[in-house]
Nanobody, 121 residues
Framework: VQLQAFGGGLVQAGGSLRLSCAAS????????MGWFRQAPGKEREFVAA????????YYADSVKGRFTISRDNAKNTVYLQMNSLKPEDTAVYYC???????????????WGQGTLVTVSS
């Protein structure tokens, strides 16, 4: 599975961005797509996940109500709509795929290259 994330950029606090993650290759082997982020000097953390089939979703408490994960099965693409952005959302955002509905970094098998989101105050 090859993943390519894009859509990051610089935005002011309170603004919005939409990230995209295009999947190719053996996508049938991935059951769940997730978004993670890594801020400078911090460990990579779970943000949100969605199943390709039913579209079940799960969010980290820190983004619940502000971020929305969605997928377009026809395009093999997963999105992360980020609203009401805060400076603490600044990080490199990664998409990843897993065989199950997981939240831990080590449980994801394939990773995209990451896209930088910077939220200014």
């Amino acid at each position: 599975v090859q993943l390519q994330a894009f859509g990051g950029g610089l935005v002011q606090a309170g603004g919005s961005l939409r990230l995209s993650c295009a999947a190719s290759g053996r996508t049938f082997s991935s059951y769940v797509m997730g978004w993670f982020r890594q801020a400078p000097g911090k460990e990579r953390e779970f943000v949100a996940a969605i199943t390709w089939g039913v579209g079940s979703t799960y969010y980290a408490d820190s983004v619940k109500g502000r971020f929305t994960i969605s997928r377009d099965n026809a395009k093999n693409t997963v999105y992360l709509q980020m609203n009401s952005l805060k400076p603490e959302d600044t990080a490199v955002y990664y998409c990843a795929s897993a065989a199950g509905f997981f939240t831990m970094v080590t449980q994801y098998d394939y990773w995209g290259q990451g896209t930088l989101v910077t939220v200014s105050s």
